[in-house]
């Protein structure tokens, strides 16, 4: 049976719930004298995920040295690890992920768990995924940095667990689910959400998100995880309880590892929540699927015209100088422009209770 995947945005959805949340309630946790203690907690909660790679260990900026007006553009690589008890686990899902704080633009590019790859210090070839569950986040940042020819900045895994279990905490979610949804290919697992409830559960909104036997394949997939992505910000958004935040963090902390140190990531998740403007943008890289022998293992093999686009689109992101307006996007959006939004500011979301 082949495992879960391809659950785009958790990492990113798990952030935005968390410092939504704190950032929403603002106010009321400074009048009690909070707002500090509540990002130290934050910080503190997301101290064991702090896992540097060795070798890729972040260069400490001098502690006198000037806050940058903006920050640069950064990629990261998002894993998603089907992970159990021990195990080192396959990465189901990898995103490269460049996000610029500066106008609030964030790039996906989902790259199949299945692409035939060089992996960087084995000496050999194979599934993409094969490189974390051999050398971990180290091995997944070279193999990618030299399959797309660009630079992997930082990391961040988180797995299956930690998405339910959050959803769970937030009391579940609305999803715009019409129709029951049957998952029953033999070579997959089953699994039935049954349409037009109030509210969906934390293995509901897994499987809502990984479902696959649907004609619009990626496609369609791509869609729903959009709508997952709405779906989220509007509940982080109206998330008053904010005694649940130390919950939301521990779950964070037994669930997910970074290189990127705690007080890093919530300046950084910070300053994209404060965007006035934030979209995002993804595509999935195409090619071709066969067998290399008569019964062996089944691959997929990049196209080599949309690998070359990926890589001139990705050195668009990463530089600083390059106006919003001038960004290159996925062919997707060349002739509708499909956004996801953030939440709206403080207050309209008073005014309204809305995203």
């Not at 798990?14 to 004298?33: E, M």
């Not at 790259?111 to 210090?121: A, F, H, K, S, W």
């Not at 990618?144 to 660009?150: D, I, W």
């Not at 130390?246 to 140190?261: H, K, V």
Request: charged residues 25%; contains cysteine.
């Amino acid at each position: 049976m082949l495992k879960k995947r391809k659950w785009m945005y958790m990492l990113c959805v798990i952030i935005i719930v968390l410092l939504t949340s704190v950032y929403f309630n603002r106010q009321v946790l400074a009048s009690v004298g909070f707002d500090w203690f509540v990002q130290d907690r934050i910080e503190a909660g997301l101290k064991d995920s702090y896992k540097p790679v060795e070798g890729r260990e972040p260069t400490p900026a001098p502690t006198d040295a000037p806050k940058p007006e903006k920050e640069d553009p950064y990629s990261i690589l998002l894993l998603g690890v089907d992970q159990r008890t021990s195990e080192t686990g396959r990465s189901d899902t990898m995103l490269y992920t460049v996000v610029r704080p500066q106008d609030g633009n964030i790039l996906m590019i989902s790259i199949p768990r299945d692409m035939y790859v060089e992996l960087v210090g084995k000496d050999r070839s194979d599934k993409i995924n094969a490189a974390y569950a051999y050398g971990g986040a180290g091995m997944a940042m070279d193999t990618v940095e030299k399959f797309l020819n660009s630079p992997v900045n930082h990391y961040a895994t988180i797995n299956f667990q930690g998405f339910r279990d959050v959803i769970d905490t937030l009391g579940g979610i609305s999803l715009p689910i019409t129709e029951d949804i049957v998952n029953k290919d033999p070579l997959h697992e089953h699994f039935v959400i049954k349409a037009n409830q109030d509210s969906y559960d934390g293995n509901d909104a897994l499987n809502f998100v990984r479902y696959r036997e649907d004609a619009g394949g990626d496609l369609s997939r791509t869609e729903r995880q959009h709508e997952f992505l709405h779906a989220m910000i509007d509940k982080a958004t109206n998330l008053k309880q904010w005694s649940k935040i130390p919950t939301l963090i521990g779950i964070l902390g037994d669930n997910f590892s970074t290189d990127i140190p705690p007080e890093k990531l919530v300046d950084l998740a910070q300053s994209m929540l404060q965007q006035s403007n934030r979209n995002l943008y993804s595509h999935t890289m195409l090619g071709n699927g066969h067998r290399l022998v008569e019964g062996g293992p089944w691959y997929y093999f990049a196209d080599e015209d949309d690998l070359a686009e990926v890589e001139t689109m990705i050195q668009s992101w990463l530089d600083a100088d390059t106006p919003a307006a001038s960004l290159i996007l996925p062919s997707e959006y060349a002739s509708e422009q499909k956004e996801v939004q953030g939440p709206p500011s403080p207050d309209a979301s008073a005014a309204t209770g809305t995203e």
